[in-house]
């Protein structure tokens, strides 16, 4: 079975309660999203592959708080700070933007960066999902708090 569920960002976020209460009784197979924007709004798309089932499956549940952070064991102190500081800028970019945040920096990304710390644009450029577009447009923010730096 198949379902497409839309949700518009509002408020600086997406509400995720449609797709969980959708998902509680189903077994999700696949999904698919996408980011469009349209008339000056907002909006993200999952298409979802699933089959029902009898018992209610908290693995396919996305929440705002799951959904945005990641599953990450830091080695050390410098990786959590590094970790809190471009999470924050992130946050803060995509505020001042009006875009969500995985569109500045997906989680997996995020974890690249915090892996590899990357010191150069090329570098950076070399992490899945980081082009040259986002990467004109994010990458001095980004390796100025990897250097530990101060943004301008």
Do not use: C
């Amino acid at each position: 079975m198949h379902k497409i569920i839309t949700l518009e960002f509002k408020n600086g976020k997406f509400d995720y309660e449609t797709i969980n209460e959708f998902t509680k009784n189903k077994k999700v197979i696949k999904t698919e999203s996408s980011y469009i924007k349209e008339n000056g709004k907002n909006y993200f798309s999952i298409y979802i592959e699933y089959e029902d089932t009898n018992q209610p499956k908290s693995t396919n549940r996305i929440s705002n708080n799951n959904y945005n952070s990641i599953e990450f064991n830091f080695e050390n102190e410098i990786d959590k700070e590094l970790y809190e500081k471009i999470k924050a800028w992130r946050k803060e970019t995509a505020l001042k933007e009006g875009i969500p945040v995985f569109l500045i920096l997906n989680n997996s990304q995020l974890k690249q960066i915090i892996l590899k710390k990357p010191d150069t644009k090329t570098k950076l450029e070399a992490i899945k999902g980081f082009g040259a577009k986002r990467s004109d447009k994010y990458s001095k923010d980004i390796l100025t708090i990897i250097k530990g730096e101060k943004i301008e």
